[in-house]
Structure formats: structure tokens, C-alpha cells
């Protein structure tokens, strides 16, 4: 029934391949979105063809060739065990990359669906939920993650859970905006007078119209999302040793950092690199394709 | 007046209950015995009960909350573990050290922050405009502990300008300044370019205004329009948004006071946790939330200070 | 004596779809002590001819040609700060929105002493003049209201402070841009008594720009009827109304809900809308709106003089004298 509605073009009708290959020409145009994307695909490079990009073990302790300082060898150097840094850089790629895109997932997912309950459903739940969200999000994330640990040990779940607690509220919000918006919309009325389940009418009319502007917001939150997990392995909250994290590399270096600075600049590139990378993608992304959320931060 | 400033309290009050609410069933819910992980593993039966019963852990869940709600809300905030002090003396102690370091995380947003923010709006489309804008986006971007910790290997480790750890001699005010340059430094960076965004976004809207196209069509001077008539408007948003990035602030305090060894909440909460000391953990956390309600509630008055429209609706 | 003189002036601003000519051979003048009205529809050009008089023309904004004399000056050759010089003191203005045209974070005196700040008074003269024209315009307890703010007063109030401003320096020539479009009809008519008892008072000439005719036939000695950025017929009031010699300004007047001598179900309009200026055709630019239209509006068209002072550019307008 309700296909006799006229609908706008939704986001899964209109990205199609030739489209994606026009988004990108738009961003390299840009100075900035060219260098952003040349970052995260570098980085995404090393994470994905580590084992292929260095001869070393990430975890392979080596007493002899402990703190030696960059070289042709050991390109960023070793640490304190005697690991190559450039290997267990890119390794912790692999981590940051992993937590980036499953706690985005999740957060996006959750977001979504608390996001349509609150614009959706009964007007005192929508204010009782605002009001969660906005007392989340404005405290501060340290003391969350350092709460969390406290009572459930320092762990990658930890860190995934104070990503997802820091992320949803902003998606949710977005999506409660979106969907009250919508909600008013004519098609959205046309559709209920029509009969259609308030199921049906959430994931045909009001779906596809609020995903992309999520998507493009959940975007520039990864540098976020990659400075949650490697602030909390920083502080020792995060993935355990051995495992190679930013964060972790960092710390080792910064307990040596007057004899062995190199350690603490291995660390602290990527995370420099990775969280420009992306933001500066995710600025041109936004400017090409949703103007509207310019003023958002 | 009256009833926006009671419905303003009233919120707070919610917001910190609210937080008791939520930190009392957290440490409740904390897996095992809160006595047993208090006292680490070769404590004896006979030590956990006695710390059982003095930490009020035998009582019934809802007399465990009341206790911990009404004290908390009369300032007892129990003992901690260790030392047995209460726990609300030794976290104002290190308070002052957090405050300190956050006022000059938002001096150095501030001083640095607005005028380029204001420069680039009114240079609009320039290159002085663009390069502002990609600065700004960068050191948004890039942690605050990364920046802590490179500011130290170059300032401190390398050049030696500046000292890297504690916060200066006490008594010694210029000390006490050079220690805080920086880790405040590192607290505010990213602030300095949420705040031009900021005020360049308000003040382009501003610029826009009737009333600033009357004060051209008067002819005043180019720079009293800019400051006096756009920018006292412009940076109002900016005080509402520092309110609110408090919370930021503190967690990159918590990195820089780490970074820096400086005393203060950050680094009292970090080593409770690593010493599994829970009412300290839970009293900082406190003190926190309670601060930064406060603090958002002072953004408020001085928004209202500033703005003679809201003064009056007040 | 003309105060302000206006000779075919050009204006074009650059767009995206290539330049836009808003004002085409512009002519006109203000004489001395005269009130002179500006009528046309939104998007005649109106606000653009306010803003190349102030010098105040957006950035993509160019005088392509043409002059604005006044004081001895072409405007349109003034530098910035030159033009600075005479904005306030020489030539003031009064905008449309009475809500927006005051700072809302400065006080109404403090904004009235910067008025004046090349005065060379002291503090407490410069107040004292801003008192006397703030009694001059009614404002009620002068000398409390420049403690206050703009938010508090009504929308009749901030007008009138917003003309105290304007006339706070004695200036040559008022602008008044629809200054009582935003106001209610008993506030319209006061305002419009106050100006003039002020105008003759100063002494100062007026260009009144407003859409309301029956405002215009009220208030001014002269006017100029504009579309699409052309100056289509001008003339003294009773001319222009008496004897429209344009079909547009004939049109404007039928259509006014005043003029309508019998009741009507609809008032009538004119059908279509102001052409893309983009691209101006060479012949009458109303032309293609014109019931009259003839093979000679296809030509360019010049004014033609109709009586001594009263001139229409269009081809079929013809001479009473």
C-alpha cells in the first residue's frame, strides 16, 4: 500500500557504484580530503599487510637488541624487550582499526535504535532520555573508563563499552532530531493514514532518510574512537600487555623517555597521523555531502 | 528570575543524585567482596569481616544507600582504605592542583582561541581564514595526552625550557606558573581550536546582522563594530560550549597530571584505582560530577552576566 | 539645490550563473528639503540602490558605470574611509526592522555617544544631545532610557530611537528604508508624522523607499517608481499618481487595496514575475508582463520626458505638455 506513497530517494537507492567513484574524485579534489584519505588508506595498508610489510614478530622479545635507536633495520627502533617498534606499530594498527569499527557498529547500531524510541515514542520517555544522554555525554570520559574498570578490569571489552557509552548519545540524538523532523513529513503522515505499522513506517520511510547523515557523523568520530583506546591502554586500562597498542607503545616510551625518546615518538605518530587522517577526511566528506551539519562541534 | 535559577538547581541536584545513583551500584556490583579486594589476597577472614562491618557492608542494600546518599550530600564521603582519612579531605586537597590546571587550560583556549577565531572571520575566505580553519581542526583532532607527552619530550626532556614533573615549589607562585605551562598547555590546545571554530562560525552569523549593517551605515570605526558590537555577541555560545567541554577538560587533566607527575584529582582517582582503593575512587568521582555541575551552572550566570537579554529574563 | 544626484547608475554583482545587472541606468535626484519615495516591488533594486549609495554593496557588488553625486563627491569613487567619513554625519539611515537595527548587547546611549564619536564632545554633551533628540522623538524619560537596552522597548519605541540615531548628527540626507513596513498601521501613521515634523525641523532631505503607496502619497514631494532594477517613471507625487505614464506604474497604482473604489472579491495583480537579471533583454524590461506591449518595446528604451520634471521609459508614453 504504502509503496504508492511518494518517498524520497533513500540512501541504499542512491549509493551505487558509480556514485562512490564520483564521491571520491569530489573529495580529492580537495587538498585536504586528498591528504586525509592518503593517510587512512596508509594506515589501513600497514594494519592489514603487516605480516607482509616488516621480517619481525610483534611480541618477540629479544634482550639483545633492546633500545636501539631507529635505524635500517629497526625503522622506528626497539623497545625496552627488544621489539621493533615499526612492526608492533602496525599491529597496533590492527587493534585501533578493530576497536574503531566494532564499537562504531555497536554504538551505531544502539544509537539507532534508542534514537527512533525516543523520537518515536511518548513525549515523557523522549525527555527522560534526553536527559540521560545529555548527563553522558557531558561527563567526563576519563572518569567513566576509569569507573568501568574499576568493575570490570582493564580489558579491550572495557574499552569497547566506554566507546559505545561516550558514542551513543550523539547518534542518538541525531536520530531522534531526524525522526521527529520526519515524523511531521508528509509521506510519514500519508503512510500512517494508510495504515502502516509504526514497525513498517520506522524502517521503510523514516530509515533511509536519517542513516546517511549518521554515517557521515559516525565517520568523524573515529579519531575519537581511536583516542579512547589508546588513551585507556595509555593509562593501562585498555588491551593487556603484550598485546602492541598505540597507547601501550606510548606509555612504554613515556616511562623512558629521557634515554630512549624514540619509543614515545613511535608511539605517538600513528595515533597523530591516523586521528588527522581521518579527520581531515571526514571534514571534506561532511562539507561535500551534508552542509547542513556544519555547525555540529 | 527566581524560578529559572530553582529550575537550573534542581537540575543539578538531579545530575549529582543521579551520579551517587549510578556510582553506589556500580561499587556494589563490583564482582566479589569490596572488603577482600580492599585488603588484596593475604588478608584473613577475620581482617575482612572487621572491614566488612566497618565499611557498613553487613547492612541491607537500601541502608548501604541511604547511609552513602545522606553523607555524601553533608560532605562524608567516608574513609579511605589506605591511611583511613576521609576521603573528602584528601580529595580537596588535591583539588586545588585540578582547578588550577584547568583555568589554565581555558587561559591558554581563551587568550589564543578567540582572537583567532575572530581574525578569521572577519579575513572570511583568505589564507590566513583557511589556515586557521585546518590548524584548528588538527589539534581538535590529535589526543591531548599525545600532545602532553610530546610537549614534555621537546620542552622539557629535549630543550629544557620548562621543568616536566610536579606542580612547583608550594609558597612559590612563579614556579608554581612555570610548572602549569605545560600541562595546562596540553589541557587547552585542542580548545584553542574548538573556540575559533567556534567564534568565527558566530561570528560570521553575527557579521551578518541588521544591526551591524546599522552600525556601517553609521560609519563607526571597523574595529568597534568588531569588538565592541559583534564580538561581545559572538562569543556568547563560546562560554555556553566551555561549560560543557569542562568534562573534556578533566579528562585530559587526568592524562596531563599522569604525564606530568602533577598532583590533583586525576592522578589521586588513577593511582585509587591501581591501588584498588574504592571509596576514594568513588569520592573523587563525586567531587567531579559535582564540580563540573557547578561549573556548567557558573556558564550559565556568566552567559547571563554578558547578555543583557537573558539578564533580564532571568 | 540637489543634494543627492544619481545619474545612470550601474550596479552588477557576480554569481555563480554569470553576472547579474541588479540596477541599469539609474537616474534620479534628490533636491534640497525634499522627500523623495522609492516605490517598486521586493527585488526591484530597491535595497541594492541603498547599498551602492552607502558604499556598502556586498563583496561580489561592483558600480559598473555611472555616478552618485553628493557634496561635491562621486560616491562612487570614494575610498573606504572617505566614504566612512560621511556614513552618519553627512548621510544617515533608518532600516526596515526596528527589532534588528539595534546592538542588542550596547546600550541605547552608549550607541547613540558612538554615533558620535567624531564629534569632539565630551562624554557628558554627547549624552546631552542624545537626550534632546530622544525627547525630540518622544521617547519617554530620556535621560533613564540610555541606561537601557534595546530589548526593552516596544517595536514603536526602537523605531523611533533607531531615527533619533539617524538624525543624532544632522545630517544632509536621511535614508529610510521601509522604515514602517514592520510597524502597525496607528504606529505606521505616527512614525510617518514624526518623520516629516523632524525632516522639516533638521531640515535634511529624505529618499523614503517603501511599497506602500498610500505611505508615499502621504509623505513625499517626489517620486521614483523602479522594476527590475531600472528606473521605469519618475516624477513629482501628483504627477506620478495623477498621470502614471508607464503601464507598470500604472499597474502598481490600479493594484493598490486603497485605490479600489468598489469593494473587490480579489485584488488584482500583475501576472508573471521580475525576469531572471541574469539576462536583461535589450528591449522594455517589462514587457514581457505588459498588456500594452507593442513592436517598439522591443527596442531599447530611453526615458522620455512627459511634462517639465515627469519622464516614463517606455516607447508608448507620450507628452501632455
Redesign the interface.
Known amino acids: 500500500m504504502s509503496e504508492a506513497v511518494s518517498n524520497p530517494p533513500s540512501m541504499a537507492q542512491r549509493l551505487r557504484l558509480g556514485d562512490i567513484w564520483k564521491a571520491t574524485r569530489r573529495v580529492l579534489r580537495e587538498p585536504l580530503g586528498a591528504f586525509g584519505l592518503i593517510l587512512v588508506l596508509v594506515m589501513i595498508g600497514g594494519a592489514v599487510f603487516a605480516d607482509w610489510l616488516t621480517a619481525y614478530e610483534p611480541n618477540k622479545i629479544s634482550p639483545r637488541d633492546r633500545f636501539q635507536g631507529p635505524s635500517l633495520d629497526h625503522l622506528l627502533g626497539t623497545d625496552h624487550l627488544g621489539r621493533d617498534l615499526f612492526t608492533r606499530v602496525l599491529h597496533g594498527g590492527r587493534i585501533a582499526l578493530w576497536v574503531a569499527l566494532f564499537s562504531t557498529a555497536i554504538s551505531l547500531s544502539i544509537g539507532i535504535v534508542l534514537g527512533l524510541i525516543a523520537g518515536y515514542g511518548p513525549r515523557w520517555l523522549d525527555n527522560l532520555m534526553l536527559l540521560l544522554f545529555d548527563s553522558i555525554k557531558s561527563f567526563p570520559t576519563v572518569m567513566l573508563a576509569l569507573a568501568l574498570v574499576t568493575l570490570a578490569g582493564p580489558s579491550l571489552t572495557a574499552v569497547v563499552i566506554v566507546v559505545v557509552l561516550v558514542n551513543v548519545p550523539g547518534y542518538a540524538r541525531i536520530i531522534r532530531t531526524q525522526t521527529l523532523a520526519l515524523k511531521e513529513s508528509e509521506f510519514v503522515t500519508a503512510a500512517q493514514s494508510m495504515g502502516a505499522s509504526s514497525a513498517r513506517i520506522l524502517r521503510v520511510h523514516v530509515m533511509p532518510n536519517v542513516i546517511g547523515p549518521l554515517l557521515i557523523l559516525a565517520s568523524m568520530d573515529i579519531p575519537v574512537v581511536i583516542a579512547i583506546e589508546a588513551g585507556m591502554s595509555f593509562l593501562g586500562l585498555g588491551v593487556r600487555p603484550p598485546t602492541p597498542s598505540w597507547g601501550a607503545i606510548l606509555n612504554d616510551g613515556f616511562t623512558a623517555i629521557r634515554d630512549t625518546p624514540w619509543i614515545a615518538i613511535a608511539g605517538g605518530l600513528p595515533i597523530i597521523l591516523t586521528t588527522l587522517g581521518f579527520t581531515f577526511l571526514g571534514e571534506t566528506l561532511r562539507d561535500v555531502f551534508d552542509p547542513r551539519l556544519k555547525g555540529r562541534g | 528570575m527566581f524560578s529559572y535559577a530553582l529550575k537550573r538547581l534542581g537540575l543539578s541536584v538531579a545530575i549529582v543524585s543521579l551520579a551517587m545513583l549510578l556510582l553506589f551500584s556500580m561499587i556494589y556490583l563490583v564482582p566479589g567482596d569490596p572488603a577482600a579486594v580492599a585488603l588484596g589476597p593475604r588478608a584473613t577472614d577475620a581482617m575482612r569481616e572487621a572491614l566488612r562491618i566497618k565499611m557498613g557492608l553487613d547492612q541491607p542494600v537500601w541502608v548501604q544507600f541511604w547511609n552513602f546518599f545522606t553523607g555524601a550530600w553533608t560532605g562524608d564521603l567516608g574513609r579511605e582504605v589506605l591511611s583511613d582519612r576521609p576521603v573528602a579531605q584528601v580529595v580537596m586537597e588535591q583539588l586545588p592542583y585540578t582547578l588550577a590546571l584547568i583555568a589554565g587550560g581555558i587561559s591558554w583556549s581563551v587568550a589564543i582561541g578567540i582572537p583567532l577565531g575572530c581574525w578569521a572571520a572577519v579575513k572570511r575566505g583568505s589564507w590566513a581564514d583557511r589556515i586557521v580553519g585546518v590548524l584548528s581542526v588538527a589539534v581538535i583532532a590529535v589526543p591531548s595526552f599525545v600532545i602532553a607527552i610530546y610537549a614534555l619530550l621537546v620542552f622539557a626532556v629535549s630543550l629544557r625550557w620548562l621543568p616536566a614533573i610536579g606542580a612547583g615549589e608550594p609558597g612559590d607562585l612563579g614556579d608554581q606558573l612555570t610548572h602549569l605551562i605545560l600541562p595546562s598547555l596540553a589541557v587547552g590546545l585542542g580548545w584553542i581550536g574548538y573556540i575559533a571554530r567556534m567564534v568565527r562560525a558566530s561570528m560570521l552569523e553575527v557579521l551578518e546582522a541588521q544591526h551591524i549593517r546599522t552600525a556601517r551605515a553609521f560609519g563607526l570605526p571597523e574595529n568597534l563594530i568588531t569588538f565592541r558590537y559583534a564580538l561581545t555577541i559572538a562569543i556568547l555560545p563560546t562560554v555556553t560550549l566551555l561549560g560543557v567541554g569542562i568534562g573534556q577538560m578533566l579528562s585530559s587533566a587526568v592524562f596531563a597530571e599522569i604525564v606530568f607527575a602533577r598532583p590533583g584529582v586525576g592522578k589521586l582517582v588513577y593511582d585509587a584505582i591501581l591501588t584498588r582503593n574504592y571509596p576514594l575512587v568513588t569520592g573523587a568521582v563525586l567531587v567531579t560530577t559535582v564540580l563540573f555541575v557547578l561549573i556548567n551552572l557558573l556558564a550559565d550566570l556568566i552567559v547571563g552576566a554578558l547578555d543583557p537579554r537573558v539578564r533580564s529574563r532571568l | 539645490m540637489t543634494v543627492l544626484s544619481i545619474t545612470d547608475l550601474n550596479v552588477f554583482f557576480s554569481t555563480e550563473g554569470g553576472d547579474l545587472h541588479a540596477l541599469r541606468d539609474v537616474s534620479f535626484d534628490v533636491p534640497e528639503r525634499r522627500i523623495v519615495g522609492i516605490v517598486g516591488e521586493s527585488g526591484c533594486g530597491k535595497s541594492t540602490l541603498i547599498n551602492a549609495i552607502?558604499g556598502?554593496l556586498a563583496d561580489n557588488g561592483r558600480v559598473g558605470g555611472g555616478g552618485i553625486h553628493f557634496e561635491g563627491h562621486d560616491l562612487t569613487r570614494l575610498g573606504p574611509k572617505e566614504m566612512?567619513?560621511?556614513?552618519?554625519?553627512r548621510i544617515?539611515?533608518v532600516?526596515q526592522?526596528p527589532m534588528?537595527?539595534?546592538?542588542?548587547?550596547?546600550?541605547v546611549g552608549a550607541q547613540m555617544r558612538?554615533?558620535q564619536?567624531?564629534s569632539g564632545l565630551s562624554r557628558s554633551e554627547k549624552d546631552a544631545k542624545s537626550v534632546a533628540i530622544l525627547q525630540k522623538v518622544r521617547i519617554p524619560d530620556a535621560g533613564a532610557a540610555l541606561a537601557r537596552?534595546p530589548?526593552?522597548f516596544s517595536g514603536g519605541m526602537k523605531q523611533r530611537i533607531?531615527i533619533a540615531?539617524a538624525l543624532l548628527m544632522e545630517p544632509a540626507l536621511l535614508i529610510a528604508d521601509e522604515p514602517t513596513t514592520a510597524l502597525d498601521a496607528t504606529l505606521e501613521v505616527a512614525t510617518i508624522e514624526l518623520l516629516k515634523e523632524l525632516q522639516q525641523d533638521i531640515g535634511c532631505s529624505v529618499l523614503f523607499i517603501s511599497h506602500h503607496l498610500g505611505v508615499i502619497a502621504e509623505l513625499c514631494d517626489d517620486v521614483v517608481v523602479m522594476y527590475a532594477g531600472e528606473v521605469v517613471e519618475r516624477g513629482t507625487t501628483r504627477q506620478v499618481f495623477n498621470n502614471p505614464g508607464h503601464p507598470y506604474a500604472a499597474r502598481l497604482l490600479e493594484c493598490d487595496p486603497a485605490r479600489q473604489s468598489e469593494r473587490v472579491r480579489l485584488l488584482p495583480t500583475i501576472p508573471g514575475e521580475i525576469p531572471d537579471l541574469r539576462h536583461r533583454p535589450e528591449g522594455c524590461i517589462f514587457a514581457p508582463r505588459c498588456d500594452r506591449r507593442a513592436p517598439a518595446c522591443e527596442a531599447r528604451q530611453s526615458e522620455l520626458p512627459l511634462q517639465t520634471g515627469h519622464m516614463a521609459r517606455c516607447a508608448l508614453a507620450e507628452a501632455r505638455s
Not at chain 3, 534588528?100 to 546600550?107: E, I
Open positions: 552607502l556598502l566612512q567619513a560621511l556614513r552618519g554625519p544617515a539611515t532600516f526592522d534588528g537595527a539595534l546592538n542588542p548587547v550596547v546600550s558612538n554615533i564619536y567624531r537596552y530589548h526593552e533607531a540615531m
